[in-house]
C-alpha cells in the first residue's frame, strides 16, 4: 500500500490518521465525560483531557497539512453532485470541528475573565455534541456504501 493517496483509495498514512484519532477521541469523550465525576475526582483526569485535547489539535493540523499534498478518492461512478458535496462538505466539517474543539477547551481553560470562560465551555460543549452528530451520519453513510451501494468507499478507508 502507498503512503500518498491514489485517485480512487486512501494510503496508509491517511488510514493510520483516521483510524488513529478515531481510537483517541474515544477516549477523549469519555474522560470529558466523566472528570468531573465524583468517583473520578483528584485523579489527575482532568490534566489527562487536556493533554490529549491538545494532541489532538496538533494531529489534526498535521493531518490537514498531509491532505493538502494528496489527492482526495475520487467519488464512485454515477454519484450525484449534491451527495458529493454532501460528503465532501461532511469531511471539512470534521476538520473544522476537531480543530475548533480543542481551541474551545483551550480558551475555557485559560481564558482570563469569567464570561469569556463561561462561553467557552458552553462553545465547547456544542463542538462536542456537533462532532458526536456529524460521527453518527458518516458511520451511518459509511454502511449505507458498504452495504446497500456495495460500492468501494468503506474499503478503501479500512486498514487491511
Ligand atoms: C478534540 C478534543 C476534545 C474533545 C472531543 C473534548 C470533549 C469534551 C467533552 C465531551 C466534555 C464534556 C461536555 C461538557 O462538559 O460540556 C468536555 C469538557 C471539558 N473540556 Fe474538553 N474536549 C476536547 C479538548 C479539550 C481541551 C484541549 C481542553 C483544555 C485544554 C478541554 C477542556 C475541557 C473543560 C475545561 C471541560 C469542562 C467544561 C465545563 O466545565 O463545562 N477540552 N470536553
Ligand atoms: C471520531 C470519528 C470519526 C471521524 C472524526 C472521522 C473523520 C473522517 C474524515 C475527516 C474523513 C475524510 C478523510 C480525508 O479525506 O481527509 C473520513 C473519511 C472516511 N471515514 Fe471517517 N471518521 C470517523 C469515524 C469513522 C467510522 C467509525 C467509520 C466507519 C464505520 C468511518 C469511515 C470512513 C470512510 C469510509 C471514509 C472515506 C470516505 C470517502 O472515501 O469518501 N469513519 N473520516
Redo the contacts with the bound molecule.
Keep these: 500500500m502507498s503512503a500518498k493517496n491514489t485517485n480512487n483509495s486512501y494510503g496508509w498514512v491517511a488510514k493510520t490518521f483516521h483510524w488513529g484519532i478515531f481510537m483517541i ?1 474515544i477516549g ?2 469519555w ?3 466523566n ?2 465525576e465524583e468517583q473520578f475526582e483528584g485523579m489527575g483526569l ?1 490534566k489527562v ?2 493533554l ?3 494532541t ?2 496538533f494531529l489534526m493540523l498535521v493531518r490537514l497539512a498531509w491532505r493538502a499534498k494528496n489527492p482526495v478518492p475520487e467519488m464512485p461512478e454515477g454519484t450525484g453532485k449534491l451527495q458529493a458535496l454532501g460528503a465532501h462538505g461532511l469531511h471539512i466539517l470534521f476538520y473544522i470541528l ?1 480543530i475548533a ?2 481551541v ?3 480558551t ?3 481564558a482570563a475573565d469569567e464570561g469569556t470562560v463561561e462561553l467557552a ?1 458552553t462553545m ?2 456544542i463542538f ?1 455534541k456537533s ?1 458526536l452528530a456529524a460521527v453518527l451520519i458518516h458511520i451511518i453513510m459509511a454502511m449505507y456504501h458498504n452495504f446497500v451501494k456495495k460500492d468501494n468507499v468503506l474499503k478503501r478507508m479500512l486498514p487491511w
Excluded: R
Design positions: 477521541i477523549q469523550f474522560l470529558g465525560g472528570f468531573k482532568n483531557h487536556f490529549v485535547g491538545i489532538i489539535l476537531l474543539l480543542p474551545a477547551g483551550i475555557a481553560n485559560n465551555k465547547h460543549g462536542a462532532t
